[in-house]
């Protein structure tokens, strides 16, 4: 359970203390541990894991309810297609210096601990280990995202909790051609970074419902045999996303790291 136990003090990441090792080390970011490790979605680009059944539904529940409960702080925002708050960072555009207007309540904290239980990290180190930034998003049914690219505001390595109702992520190619697409149960983790971070877009179309095939058929809550082949939208959904922004001292380690992987996606 997410119980106020299992929480720490709130991280804040303007002042944590400062990193005593390099955030990303010249190469590649932490790999993935068990048992994320083994949640690998193979018929995807390189990389995307998926884990059904992150959450259990009363956890889902106390998370959704917290949600809504701190509704004034921060507030919604809504934008075309759907509503959104942020907690931690907030990046900022142009040469506004990004800001931390409201930090992760504890309930979050307590999540971002069970994905580093679950085998995920940010950087090296216990100050770098966790993102730094949660925009929470909530689509009505029929409603998406358009697709985009994250870029180098942050490190290329994305966590998103789904809560509510489900939907299929679809990742384009820059020119707009589909890739394939992989459906988010209500309580799954999706990890998305690397080359499919780096080399392309993602996006939820605005549709009802969702059709197969879904890249991550064989890793979903039911058996991929009783998954139908289209999956209608019933309910709002709300989802999570974590990131870990890259500040002036690391940003040209993540803009050469997002570098080389588009120069080895270029060579397949
Ligand atoms: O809601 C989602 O699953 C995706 C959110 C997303 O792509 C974003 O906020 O950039």
Redesign the pocket.
Same mark, same amino acid.
């Given at each position: 359970m997410l119980s106020a136990a299992s929480v720490i003090s709130p991280h804040d990441p303007v002042t944590s203390p400062k990193p005593s090792q390099p955030l990303v080390d010249g190469s590649c970011l932490p790999p993935l541990s068990a048992p994320l490790s083994a949640t690998l979605v193979a018929d995807a680009p390189p990389t995307l894991h998926y884990h059904s059944r992150f959450l259990t539904a009363a956890d889902a529940a106390t998370l959704l309810a917290n949600i809504y409960s701190t509704c004034t702080s921060p507030s919604w925002t809504t934008l075309r297609g759907r509503r959104a708050k942020t907690y931690g960072v907030v990046v900022g555009i142009g040469d506004t210096p990004p800001c931390v207007r409201d930090p992760f309540p504890p309930w979050l904290e307590a999540l971002v601990d069970r994905l580093l239980a679950a085998g995920l990290a940010w950087g090296s180190g216990a100050a770098w280990a966790r993102p730094n930034t949660c925009?929470v998003?909530e689509y009505a049914v029929g409603q998406g +995202?358009m697709p &985009?690219a994250?870029g180098p505001a942050f490190l290329p390595r994305v966590a $998103?909790v789904?809560l509510g109702g489900s939907c299929a992520?679809e990742l384009v190619r820059h020119g707009g051609d589909p890739l394939c697409a992989v459906l988010?149960e209500p309580g799954s983790l999706l990890v998305l970074g690397d080359e499919a971070y780096a080399e392309h877009m &993602?996006g +939820?179309a605005p549709r009802v419902e969702d059709g197969a095939p879904f890249a991550n058929d064989s890793l979903l809550g039911d058996d991929a045999a009783a998954t139908p082949l289209v999956v209608p939208r019933e309910r709002t959904r709300v989802?999570l $996303?974590f990131r870990r922004t890259t500040q002036p001292a690391v940003r040209d380690a993540a803009a050469s790291l997002l570098a080389k992987m588009r120069g080895r996606a270029g060579r397949r």
């Open positions: 925009l998003n +995202i &985009h994250d $998103t789904s992520l988010l &993602h +939820i989802s $996303t």
